[in-house]
């Protein structure tokens, strides 16, 4: 939710309102220059910044499939987004349960938001490369070794993080399926990620936080409810908060947002790609409730 502070200027001519009384209001507005602009529901969005994608209908002889497709994002309209490229006029999309659709499609092996080729990411080698230069000496073997740990690392950590926003953004959407679908592949990410990737202080702080992330979310195949989805979201996030302050595992800036009312009016954070707050601990109820507290880049 975005806040600015505003003058008004209203006709009261039953004395209806009073000073200091609060009100409520609707803003209409218009997008300049285009009436014809194509607009699609922001639940149907897997937003990654401007170039986002969605999941659009297709029908074949073996059923109905959604497929995967890169939009371009416009302005936002309260509950909606602008599509300036990527979809046309008459094409139906998913516009519920988006993230169950994402999750399910990573899980097979298909283009997904993490994998938009499908399958995972592969890194070549390039073998040839000093095969007309001089042998390598041991220091600068050692120092490509680390180079390769730390991108290895990096890679492995941004596909935890993304499962980890898309956990986020299921709650977010009161969405019970698409985030149990998205905190197991936040389960199978931590089992995956090898910790000899990791070395010296790195290494007990990848030990010790992620030993406290598979506990948070131990248990969430079996969960009923998004109550306990919440509970778990809300360990995990402590421990998350602390990998993205120790390893920086994304390009994009993370932001620690923190409502005062979760956890039973404890307070609680956790993190987005977004300043704009969209609470995962309370969802459509009290959507725009928190503060960011925290810029990590």
Request: proline content about 4%.
């Amino acid at each position: 939710m975005r806040v600015v502070k505003a003058r008004l200027e209203a006709t009261n001519k039953d004395l209806l309102l009073k000073p200091e009384m609060f009100v409520s209001g609707i803003l209409e507005a218009q997008a300049a220059g285009n009436s014809e602009a194509l607009i699609i529901p922001k639940s149907a969005v897997l937003w990654t910044g401007v170039r986002s994608v969605v999941y659009v209908k297709e029908q074949t002889e073996n059923g109905i499939n959604f497929l995967l497709r890169q939009v371009t994002l416009g302005p936002t309209l309260g509950d909606s987004y602008i599509i300036e490229a990527g979809l046309k006029p008459g094409e139906e999309i998913a516009v519920k349960g988006t993230f169950s659709i994402d999750a399910a499609a990573q899980l097979a092996g298909k283009p997904s938001m993490m994998s938009p080729d499908g399958g995972p990411a592969m890194t070549g080698h390039n073998h040839a490369a000093n095969s007309a230069s001089t042998p390598p000496t041991k220091s600068t073997i050692r120092e490509n070794e680390q180079q390769k740990t730390a991108i290895n690392s990096k890679e492995a950590l941004t596909e935890l993080f993304t499962d980890y926003l898309k956990f986020k953004d299921a709650l977010v959407e009161d969405d019970f399926e698409g985030a149990q679908q998205a905190a197991t592949l936040v389960q199978k990410d931590l089992d995956n990620i090898d910790m000899s990737l990791f070395s010296g202080k790195q290494h007990q702080i990848w030990m010790d936080l992620s030993k406290e992330s598979k506990l948070a979310i131990e248990h969430v195949a079996h969960f009923e409810n998004i109550a306990e989805l919440r509970e778990a979201f809300q360990l995990l996030s402590q421990a998350m908060r602390e990998m993205a302050n120790s390893f920086k595992p994304l390009d994009e800036v993370l932001y620690v947002q923190f409502c005062p009312m979760a956890d039973g009016n404890k307070g609680a954070s956790w993190l987005s790609l977004s300043r704009e707050i969209k609470n995962p601990y309370f969802g459509s109820s009290m959507l725009g409730c928190g503060e960011v507290t925290e810029e990590l880049d």
